[in-house]
Nanobody, 120 residues
Framework: QVRLVESGGGLVQAGGSLRLSCAAS????????MGWFRQAPGKEREFVAAITWSGGVTYYADSMKGRFTISRDNAKNTVYLQMSSLKPEDAAVYYC?????????????WGQGTQVTVSS
């Protein structure tokens, strides 16, 4: 079982950048595809991005394409979400998630979330 801990959230001005990290415990990190979701107050949790276990394939929600980049370092058991050109509507709690297997599917492990606030 993998345990996920997010970090890197905070307050940033609109147009700014932020990098989130998700550290995973467990020796099987490389066996999981990883993803990021977010949830704003009063809204449903939405998909942000995902990456296969090898890092060779990435997926993005349309509204994040070109602004967000997901990556992973299996040697460090860490997945990252680089966010740029942030908008006030990007403010949310961002969750890291793991999906068993090499390809991305419905995640079955979640982190506790990290808050991102974007000021206008």
């Amino acid at each position: 079982q993998v345990r996920l801990v997010e970090s890197g959230g905070g307050l940033v001005q609109a147009g700014g950048s932020l990098r989130l990290s998700c550290a995973a415990s467990g020796r099987t990190f490389g066996s999981y595809a990883m993803g990021w979701f977010r949830q704003a107050p009063g809204k449903e949790r939405e998909f942000v991005a995902a990456i296969t276990w090898s890092g060779g394939v990435t997926y993005y929600a349309d509204s994040m394409k070109g602004r967000f980049t997901i990556s992973r370092d299996n040697a460090k058991n860490t997945v990252y979400l680089q966010m740029s050109s942030l908008k006030p509507e990007d403010a949310a709690v961002y969750y890291c998630a793991a999906s068993s297997g090499s390809v991305w599917s419905t995640p079955n492990i979640w982190g506790q979330g990290t808050q991102v606030t974007v000021s206008s």
